[in-house]
C-alpha cells in the first residue's frame, strides 16, 4: 500500500511539473528578426575547445564561414590533440589557435574566453554545425534584450536507424526541459553546444564551475548566473539552431548520459535537483511496480495509471516543442522510448554516481 500511494505522489509532482514547463513554452513568443539589418560593428568571439576533433574542425569552419554575421574571431583552444588537427584548421585571420596550458575542458574554456577580444562570447563544440544566422540572430537577441546569458536550441541532425531516432527524441526532450524551464524564469539545465554570455559576468563567476567535475561546464555555469541574479534568457527562434549528430554507438550513448547524470550529485540549485529527483523517482516507481506486477494485480494497475499518465503528458510537451524544432516526426517514437526510459535512466544515473564513464580520449 505505500509503495502505490508513494508512486502516485512521485507521478503527481511530475506530472505538474511537466505540466508548467509546458506552459511556459506554449506562452514564450518566438523572437523574429531581419537579416541583413544588423550593423556588425560589435565584434563577436566564439570559443570552442576540442579534443581530437580532426574529422569535423573543417566542416565547423566552413559553417562559420557561411554566416551572415561576419565580425567574428574564432578562438579554437586544443585540449590537448593526438590527432593531426593542425592540418584542418584555415589560416584565415580571424581564426587563432591556443594550445590548452592545463587539461580539461573547463580549463581550455576559460583560457579561450580570457583570449577573447568581444564582450558577447558565444559557444558551440567542435563537432556542431550552426545554422547560417546563428550569429546575427543571438547579436540581434542582445540588442532588443537586457541579458546576461543565452540559451538556444540544440538539434540532432535526423538519421535513419531506431536507435538514432529513439536517442534524438530523448534528445529532443532534454532541449524541451531545457526550454520550458527558461521560459518559465527558473532554467535548469542549458547545452554547451549553443549558448553565449557577456564575457566580464562569465569571467567573474568562472570560480563556481566546479573543477571537480569533468563534466558540467555549461549547467554549473548557468547555475552561477542564476544564483548571482543574472539575467537569463531563452532564444525560441529557427534562426538560432546549431546541429549535432547522435552517439554512433549504445556503448557511446550511454557512457555520454552517465557523464551527464555524474555531475547531478554536486548540484546545488534547488530547482535542478528537485526536476533531477522527480524524472528519476518516476522512473524508479515504474520499474518497481513493473517488477510487482508479476505477483500482484494492484501493481500492474498502479504501473498502467502512472505509465499512461507519463506517455500522455510528455506526448502533449514534445509535440509543441518538436513542432517548434521541427522534429514532430520523432513522436511515433514516444511509446517505445517510453518503455525503454526507465531502465536507461536508471542505468544512466547509477553509472554516473558510480563513475562508469568514459570522457573523451
Known sequence: MVIHIISYIIAILYICYIFRLWRAWKKAERFSFQTGLSSQKELVSIVVAFRNEEQHLAKLQNALAKQTYKNYELILVND??????????SQERRIRLLNATEEGKKRALLEGVNAAKGDIVLCTDADCLPCPTWIESIVSFFGTNQTDMVIAPVVMIPEKKAFERIQTLEFASLQAATAGSACAGDPIMCNGA????????WLELYNGINEREISGDDVFMLHQFKKSGKNIEYLKSQSALVFTRPCATAKGFF?????WASKAKSYTDRSSIFASCCVLGICIALLV??????????????FGVIFISKLLIDRIFLWSYCTFSRETYL??????????YPFYITISAIGGLLGFYQWKK
Open 255 to 259: 557512457s555520454q548520459r552517465a557523464r
Open 331 to 340: 513522436t511515433i517514437w514516444i511509446f517505445p522510448a517510453s518503455l525503454l
Open 194 to 201: 549553443n549558448m553565449a554570455f557577456k564575457k566580464k559576468e
Open 289 to 302: 511496480n513493473a517488477f510487482g506486477a508479476f505477483f500482484s494485480v494492484a501493481h500492474l494497475f498502479t
Open 80 to 89: 590537448h590533440s593526438t590527432d593531426d588537427f593542425k592540418s584542418k584548421i
